[in-house]
């Protein structure tokens, strides 16, 4: 993360403009998402729905939130969800 150098998608991102809502889930590593986050948001930048991000975690988020609206860019980040709180109840307030 410190050099920028973020690692390539295996697969091709599917077109996205057909959905209203993207949910993005990941760990927490130190303190941000997974890496591939970054390359999948950097990817649909062009996106014009909303982006709810959820994460999972064994200890501390620490900058969790605002490393991913910090990599989501132009995206419209509508909510993030804690890993350890009721996703059930997250779901029905965003969906």
Do not use: C
Not at 39 to 62: C, E, H, N
């Amino acid at each position: 993360m410190q050099t920028g150098n973020f690692p390539e998608l295996v697969n091709a991102i599917p077109n996205v403009e057909d959905y209203d809502l993207i949910l993005v889930g990941s760990p927490v590593w130190r303190g941000a998402p997974a890496t591939l986050v970054h390359t999948f948001l950097k990817g649909v930048q062009g996106y014009q729905g909303g982006v709810a991000t959820f994460y999972t975690d064994a200890g501390s988020a620490g900058d969790y939130e605002k490393n991913f609206k910090q990599w989501a860019g132009n995206l419209d980040v509508v909510s993030v969800h804690e890993g350890s709180a009721d996703i059930k109840q997250w779901l029905k307030q965003i969906l």
